[in-house]
Nanobody
Framework: QVQLAESGGGSVQPGGSLRLSCTVSGRDSIIDAMGWYRQAPGKERELIAAITGSGLTNYENSVKGRFTISRDNAKNTVTLQMNSLQPEDTAVYYC?????????WGKGTLVTVFS
């Protein structure tokens, strides 16, 4: 059974940084399409960063230049480095992988940016 587990959320002041990690377990091979989503209070879940198995990345405009997605295929992990955090980045962050039309989700980790 494939499981995704996020870690690294927490509280930080504006301008601060956090590093989120996602570990994929239950399989030996990687999931090619991986991404980070977030859901702010009262808003829909949105894709903010994506990465392919070969390392191609894509970002939502509001996080470009501040967030960096990366992966370690040997360890089956995906990381989201978040810099210059702002209050509007406050949300639950989810790791997701998709393969052959099947989506896998973690339970999410809360990121709070407060003044």
């Amino acid at each position: 059974q494939v499981q995704l587990a996020e870690s690294g959320g927490g509280s930080v002041q504006p301008g601060g940084s956090l590093r989120l990690s996602c570990t994929v377990s239950g399989r030996d091979s990687i999931i090619d399409a991986m991404g980070w989503y977030r859901q702010a209070p009262g808003k829909e879940r949105e894709l903010i960063a994506a990465i392919t198995g070969s390392g191609l990345t894509n970002y939502e405009n509001s996080v470009k230049g501040r967030f960096t997605i990366s992966r370690d295929n040997a360890k089956n992990t995906v990381t989201l480095q978040m810099n210059s955090l702002q209050p509007e980045d406050t949300a639950v962050y989810y790791c997701s992988g998709e393969e052959y039309g099947v989506a896998y989700w973690g339970k999410g980790t809360l990121v709070t940016v407060f003044s």
